[in-house]
């Protein structure tokens, strides 16, 4: 499955921004339960941003398919973020539970 498919690749720069914007949320008072749900409307406004000053809607369709293009694409950036974040925590935990045994 090429990851490509699901994502568009100009919009795959969004997943590192959105890890940061996810760490500098996660040293605020923000509750780490939110984060995910931050970042979520942050991708969907970015990626609506960008498609829009890409191609400005002409009708209708347009407008549809933009609205479902930006939801889309701005949580699977936001979910590959998240994903990314507890990879390199599950990574941490491991060494830690190496150098236990």
């Known amino acids: 499955m090429n990851y490509n498919e699901f994502v568009s690749p100009e919009l795959s720069l969004l997943i590192p921004v959105l890890y940061a914007i996810g760490m500098f949320i996660k040293n605020s008072n923000i509750k ?32 549809f398919t933009l609205i479902f293009a930006s939801i889309t694409q701005g949580i699977l950036s936001a979910a590959t973020s998240v994903y990314a974040n507890n990879l390199y925590k599950q990574f941490r935990a491991r060494n830690e539970d190496d150098d236990k045994d």
């Open 32 to 63: 780490n339960w939110l984060i995910p749900f931050i970042l979520g409307a942050i991708g969907i406004l970015l990626t609506f941003f960008y498609l829009i000053s890409k191609d400005f809607p002409q009708n209708a369709s347009d407008i």
